[in-house]
Structures are given as structure tokens and as C-alpha cells.
């Protein structure tokens, strides 16, 4: 099966929260990323964290690690149109990223 | 300070033929990441070089693909004899050492074979 997990889409309403999931399998994973890409775009770091870390807060994104689990998730606090992209969970390997399927976040009005 | 640079952003090639795509790293990168993104799917690892070494293909195809990264000039990723399955978004990133937190990515060459 696949390392990296995550549900296909999501829609939300505007001024929402958004919450993305996913699940990793390697537990000696050091970093857990966040990319966002948007149509015909290339990836873009959202945020990371450090594994031995169980949340992480930065602006409207909000990550929490659950270690024992192998599940992290991305918090998008007042989900505005510009949002709307796909959303990779990642983790980090030696120097390799293994990627889930990505997360079709779609913001309606 | 320019971003990791990879051109064409988009190419077209017919069965059969050769299809070359480049990546110029960060300043300051000296370690480059290939990954291969098919339709509606994550991104796979492909290769990972170092100036003159590539340090593991594991994630090459076998036969046709080929990368390098020589000491002046960009990071090459050469596809030869192209097929359908080779339609692709294929992305470069780099970073200044393998254990850093931080991988940055270019925005990729869509490639379509006709």
C-alpha cells in the first residue's frame, strides 16, 4: 500500500475551517510537510514540523502530530476562495519525500 | 535570489522521440531531487544527484531514464524513446544538504507524449 494517506476531497464553506487528514507509516520520519499546489502550478511549502513536535501553529494553518497514531492534519482556519488547491501530506525519509495522493480542497460561497 | 528553475514548462513529443528537461538548483544548492507526478496522483521519487554522483536512482525506471547533474550547468532528467506513459508533470527540487528540513520545488515540465 501506499506510505503517505489522505481522503481525495474536501469541500468547505467560505469563512470555514478546513481540516485535512492523513495518515504516514515511518515512524523515523524527522519532518511531516504541508505542500499546496495549485492548477498547472508547481508545490508550495506550506508549513512543517518537526517530529518530535505535537502542534504547530502559524498564521490560519494549524498542524497537529500524533505520533503513536501516525496521523497528522492541517487546520485551515477561515477558508477564503484562494485556498481552493490540492493539498500533499509528506513525509521525510533520508532525504526522500514520500507523498499521499494529495487533498482536492474545494471552497464554496 | 532565483528559485530552483526548470524549463520548458511545457513539452510536447511524439512516440519514439527524445524528451530533455532541465533543472537549474537555488543558489547555494548543491543537491538535486527529481520526482515524477502521473494524473491525479502524490509525487514519486525518482532520483536524488549531487554535483557529478547520482546518489540513488532507485526510483528510475529501468530503461530509457537517465539523469545527471554535471559540474557547470543544470541538472538533466533525459527520457528516451518516449511512450504515452511517460505523460507526466515531473518536478525538480533541491536543497543545500540532504538532512535539511527544507526541499524547494520548481514548477515542473508537463510533459505530454502524442
Known amino acids: 500500500g501506499e506510505d503517505v494517506e489522505q481522503s481525495l476531497f474536501l469541500s468547505v464553506r467560505e469563512g470555514d475551517s478546513s481540516v485535512i487528514n492523513c495518515t504516514y507509516t515511518d515512524s523515523s520520519s524527522t519532518y511531516l510537510y504541508w505542500y499546496k499546489q495549485e492548477p498547472g502550478a508547481g508545490l508550495q511549502l506550506l508549513t512543517y514540523i518537526f517530529s518530535n513536535m505535537d502542534m504547530k501553529q502559524d498564521q490560519r494553518l494549524t498542524v497537529l502530530l500524533n505520533k503513536k497514531d501516525k496521523h497528522l492534519s492541517l487546520r485551515i482556519a477561515d477558508t477564503q476562495t484562494g485556498d481552493s488547491a490540492i493539498y500533499f501530506c509528506a513525509q521525510k525519509g533520508d532525504y526522500k519525500l514520500s507523498f499521499g495522493a494529495g487533498t482536492t480542497v474545494t471552497v464554496r460561497a | 535570489n532565483a528559485g530552483v528553475m526548470q524549463n520548458p514548462r511545457h513539452l510536447v513529443r511524439r512516440r519514439g522521440q527524445e524528451a530533455r528537461l532541465r533543472c537549474s538548483p537555488m543558489?547555494?544548492?548543491?543537491?538535486v531531487y527529481w520526482y515524477r507526478q502521473l494524473p491525479e496522483e502524490g509525487l514519486k521519487f525518482m532520483v536524488y544527484?549531487?554535483?557529478?554522483?547520482?546518489?540513488?536512482e532507485s526510483g528510475m525506471p529501468k530503461e530509457r531514464f537517465s539523469a545527471e547533474f554535471p559540474k557547470e550547468g543544470p541538472s538533466i532528467l533525459r527520457i528516451q524513446q518516449v511512450v504515452r506513459g511517460d505523460s507526466a508533470a515531473y518536478f525538480c527540487a533541491s536543497s543545500p544538504e540532504s538532512e535539511t528540513y527544507g526541499y524547494t520545488f520548481g514548477s515542473g515540465t508537463r510533459l505530454t507524449v502524442v
Open positions: 544527484l549531487q554535483k557529478e554522483n547520482i546518489i540513488d
Open positions: 543558489k547555494g544548492h548543491s543537491h
